[in-house]
């Protein structure tokens, strides 16, 4: 306890030397307090943590009992919980059907094997026959002249598209126009009724046959229908690539050729398909209730302690699901009890310093994550503090410390001067920091720091990384296809502390910095995202 508040203390007081001189291994954390605060969050007993469940509202006691005992000032609507209202939705497959129809001939898929339903797309009951038309990546995107869905026919029509985009878009760009929302929004405009989405097999972080298990996992929205982001979409289905080349039966091209484009980022061809779509959906509903957590850490700046800086990351995970090797409890210990007992953890070592900082911190933790970014969706558009006064997100999911920290990835290192101070914080803490080394997997737009985004706040999640091409990349994609959204992703996995320590280290001096620089991040002027910002 000595130990670190000394760091803490002195790198606040004359950071210039202390960081000229501190190696990279000392910091104000040690990584134990954090562990224990995951081996709680991860516990079988807590169920896998998902959206509206027991397990989940055990989890969130515990983190107000941690903010309470680090001082933190309740700052939801109701006292340290904001109430967010769900509704799920859940494929029948039992009462549900899909084929692909071709002169006259109809051919049944297999729901494990071939095609599911998905309910995050396919928000009642349905019945249709369509024909399909490959719109290639599917995308419109007027900032660099792209659209793929000039010239064609879509009206009445299922679009079939496979994930990823050419290679001269910008990643942030890019993932942002292949969230659900923005797609559905040209596609709609352009009359379709429906869409048929390929992952792309050269980004694939799950493989088919555990995405497959879960598939029917039920989904949410919030209840509020303002949030509705497919108003008119009738089904949603995602297909396996590797029975993809059923759908592309009769046309000119085959999926081997479209998947290797795809690989390499190229331009893709589009046309009509020659089979058609025959679905049936039988869609149940029910309401689901669960929170965020909201606490805050008042500034001491007269001028500056009404402005916040926004320690985010997510508490709920995916329950209990399929089992796999006989384990049927989805823990999330990365995904993301890891993220959540940071914010606890630097909650509490800031206890002690609040009168060094001159904005206040709001620390939020939310629900509904892995339903779609629903709980961060609902605090921006109600936040608990005026949205103006948000200056920054910080948010931290799954920053995966399974190796030594050299590397720090830094999502949205070149959109705003937030992603220049976190490489300024890693560089001081000779740790190197880089861009999203894997755009292809749409990161920047796949956690709650892109809730924050679409209100105009600057944002940056930040993850352990590695260099590509080193043994390091191979760690990082057995963790995705082993342990990610599997039941391993326990605390029986092995874990580095110290590359924890570190990583806590670094968003706990961004976080000060941003609380006490006078002033505040900005977008770049060439960002995409500033568009968004309200001031
Ligand atoms: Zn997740």
Redesign the pocket.
């Known amino acids: 306890m000595l130990r670190r508040s000394a760091a803490f203390l002195l790198f606040l007081l004359v950071p210039a030397l202390v960081l000229a001189q501190a190696p990279a291994s000392v910091t104000s954390f040690n990584g134990t307090s954090w562990w224990n605060h995951v081996k709680f969050l991860a516990d079988d007993s807590l169920e896998g943590r998902d959206t509206g469940s027991e397990g989940l509202r055990k989890a969130e006691a515990y983190a107000v009992q941690q903010f309470q005992q680090a001082g933190l000032e309740p700052a939801g609507s109701n006292g340290f919980y904001q109430p967010v209202s769900f509704t799920q939705f859940e494929v029948d497959e039992s009462q549900s059907s899909l084929a692909l129809v071709a002169g006259g001939k109809t051919t049944k898929l297999s729901f494990a094997d071939d095609a599911y339903i998905s309910s995050r797309a396919t928000r009642s009951s349905t019945q249709l026959t369509t024909p399909l038309v490959f719109i290639g990546y599917g995308l419109q995107i007027p900032e660099k002249n792209l659209d793929e869905l000039q010239g064609l026919d879509l009206h009445g029509k299922v679009v079939v598209y496979i994930s990823g985009s050419p290679a001269d878009i910008p990643a942030a760009l890019a993932s942002h126009y292949q969230t659900q929302a923005e797609r559905w929004k040209a596609l709609r405009a352009a009359g379709a009724v429906g869409a048929i989405g390929i992952p792309n097999p050269a980004s694939m972080d799950i493989p088919w046959s555990r995405i497959a298990l879960n598939r029917n996992h039920p989904s949410m929205d919030l209840a509020d229908p303002d949030f509705n982001e497919t108003a008119g979409m009738k089904i949603g289905v995602v297909f396996n690539p590797a029975s993809a080349e059923a759908l592309f039966a009769g046309s000119a091209h085959t999926f081997a050729q479209i998947a290797a484009l795809a690989k390499d980022r190229q331009p893709l061809p589009r046309f009509p398909l020659s089979v058609s779509l025959d679905a049936r959906a039988e869609i149940l509903s029910k309401s689901v209730e669960s929170a965020n957590i909201v606490g805050k850490l008042p500034g001491s700046d007269p001028a500056l302690k009404d402005q916040y800086v926004v320690l985010s990351a997510h508490i709920d ?2 329950g209990i699901g399929e089992p796999v090797n006989g384990d049927r409890i989805y823990n ?1 210990a990365m ?2 009890a890891a993220g959540s007992a940071l914010v606890m953890d630097i909650a509490a070592l800031l206890k002690a310093h609040t009168e060094k900082l001159r904005r206040s911190i709001l620390f939020l933790l939310v629900t509904g ?2 339903k779609g970014l629903l709980g961060s969706k609902y605090f921006a558009a109600h936040p608990t503090v005026p949205l103006p006064s948000i200056v920054a997100d910080i948010n931290v999911d ?1 920053f995966l410390p399974i190796v030594p920290l050299k590397i720090l990835t830094i999502l949205g290192l070149d959109e705003s001067d937030l992603g220049t101070r976190a490489a300024a914080v890693a560089r001081s803490l000779r740790v190197k920091p880089i861009p999203d080394p894997e755009p292809l997997r749409n990161a920047f737009v796949r956690s709650d720091q892109y809730s924050f985004i679409r209100k105009g706040v600057p944002a940056v999640a930040m993850h352990v990384g590695f260099e590509p091409g080193s043994p390091e990349q191979k760690i990082f994609k057995d963790w995705l296809t082993y342990r990610y ?1 599997a039941p391993s992703d326990d605390v029986n996995q092995p874990v580095d502390l110290q590359s924890a320590a570190l990583y806590e280290e670094i968003v706990c001096r961004l976080l000060v910095d941003t609380a006490n620089t006078t002033a505040r991040p900005e977008w770049k002027t060439n960002s995409f995202f500033r568009r968004y910002a309200t001031q």
């Open positions: 995970h995916i999330g995904d993301n994550e892995e799954m959204h």
